[in-house]
């Protein structure tokens, strides 16, 4: 650390990155990168990054693809390749260097997992790595009257034999081929094999290194953030997408749609984006959301009757303010709910201050039996993006019970003059309520 400022970015970096290394403990991540990855020069330092989770109590998968080398060995015995709608027919010859590309790889990269160089970023790792036929695979068959040979596709995923490895603290390293129950080995992509295991095993997240330099808006802009609709609306609209980035797309889609809480598309050139996808706030890749945010949506005077009622007991405590129903039809648009099967089971609302740039988040409540699921926190995530796409740069909320609650989600206690002008001559002294700000960046 060469002088104070490195000091005190290293320091504030290292604080930030906490609560992730906390939510990210005992959790599950299947992480894939093509084969292009492993033969770069700096593969050893993806390695050792992976090696930094692992140590970080993180339930590891990974996937490697193997493309470039399949190709090489191919080349070098004049095989000629066959390719039909970008899928790849393996014929007898082809699978023979599938099954040397892969075993190579395989070996790579089980070798730098077991590095334990003093001095070096993996000393004292001790990292166990469990490979083995946890894929079960059927032909592709043929289509349009082409014989795909070889070419498999994922049939079943042992997810119990790979929880046991990864319950035993190992990193479990998957290829992309798989076994038939006739003995028979396919030909897999390492996309599909990483999405059905991370389906299979209820991962929390998919993390996709990837070759292209990440997914970009009309304003050549990366995207950040996608929910599901938003993705399924970008995956139908008339925008074209580049041939990696949407098979990306498609398969986050499938894991997302499956259980998979978040799934990262990350550039995989750029040094650390593992870690600074993880352990920052807003990442440097696409992050595609579950729809946690199911039903999730503006407020219309035809739910001011659900909003009254999931509000009235929370009112009778004094948790919330009282709203009179006429107010609360004046009001209702600023209003966000999350609706299932007819019921509102959470709502919040959000009021700008646009001088100010700043926004209210007011009247958050979730129904009794939905308190524990993460609604609202899911509500909460909903706001801030809405209120970070309107331009609004600090949320900030009174609250007089819930004040932990905003405080684990990033929000610190301030005075009232932090408060827009305007709110401060409506601020309620007899209420006495705290005042939690957060800046969203
Ligand atoms: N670090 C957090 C996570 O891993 C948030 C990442 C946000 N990334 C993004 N591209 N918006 O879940």
């Given amino acids: 650390m060469a002088d104070k400022h490195n000091n005190v970015d290293f320091v504030n970096w290292f604080r930030l990155s906490s609560p992730y290394i906390h939510a990210f403990r005992g959790r599950t991540f299947v992480i ?77 990269i089980e070798a730098l ?30 289509r ?9 596709e994922v049939r079943g995923i042992d997810a119990t034999a790979i929880g046991q490895h990864l319950a035993n603290g190992a990193i ?25 295991t991370a389906t299979e095993l209820n991962a929390d997240k998919l993390l996709c290194l990837s070759e292209s330099k990440g997914l970009r808006d009309g304003r050549k802009r990366l995207i950040r953030q996608l929910r599901l609709s938003e993705t399924e609306k970008l995956l139908s609209g008339k925008r074209r997408i580049p041939e990696e980035d949407l098979s990306h797309l498609k398969f986050a889609l499938c894991a997302c ?26 990442g440097i890749g696409t992050m595609i959301t579950a729809d946690i945010y199911e039903g999730t949506r503006q407020a219309t005077i035809d739910d001011v009757g659900g909003v009254l009622e999931l509000i009235a007991p929370l009112e009778a405590e004094g948790a919330l303010v009282r709203r009179s129903r006429e107010q609360l039809e004046l009001e209702i648009a600023h209003f966000h709910v999350i609706e299932r099967d007819g019921t509102t089971i959470a709502c919040a609302a959000l ?20 308190r524990e699921s993460g609604r609202g926190e ?21 609250t007089t019970r819930a004040i932990h609650w ?15 002008v305007k709110r401060r001559e409506l601020y309620n002294y007899q209420r006495n309520s705290k005042v939690l700000l957060k800046e969203l960046v």
């Fill in 32 to 108: 894939t990168f093509g084969g292009e990855a492993v033969t770069d020069d700096r593969f050893p330092h993806l390695i050792h990054d992976i090696a930094l989770l692992n140590s970080l109590g993180i339930r590891l998968v990974l996937v490697h693809g193997a493309r470039p080398q399949i190709e090489k060995r191919l080349r070098r015995s004049k095989t000629k390749m066959r390719y039909t709608s970008g899928v790849r027919i393996t014929d007898d010859a082809a699978l023979s260097c599938v099954k040397e590309a892969v075993g190579a790889i395989r070996v790579e």
């Fill in 113 to 142: 997992l077991s590095m334990g160089l003093a001095n070096s970023p993996m000393a004292g790792a001790h990292i166990r790595v469990a490979s083995g036929n946890f894929v079960t695979a059927q032909p592709v068959g043929v």
């Fill in 144 to 152: 349009d009257g082409i014989d795909y040979l070889h070419t498999g």
């Fill in 172 to 196: 479990v390293l998957l290829s992309p081929i798989g076994y038939s129950p006739t003995g028979e080995v396919f030909n897999l992509t390492a996309l599909e094999v990483a999405t059905s």
């Fill in 257 to 282: 749609r499956n259980g998979v809480r978040r799934t990262h598309l990350l550039d995989r050139r750029i040094d650390g984006s593992l870690l600074l996808e993880l352990f920052s706030r807003d």
């Fill in 351 to 370: 009021f700008p201050f646009h001088e100010d740039s700043g926004g209210e988040l007011a009247c958050l409540a979730v129904h009794p039996d939905y």
């Fill in 378 to 398: 899911a509500l909460l995530e909903h706001v801030e993006h809405l209120a970070k796409e309107r331009g609004i740069n600090y949320l900030f909320v009174l």
């Fill in 406 to 420: 905003f405080r684990e989600r990033g929000f610190v206690l301030v005075d009232i003059t932090s408060l827009p």
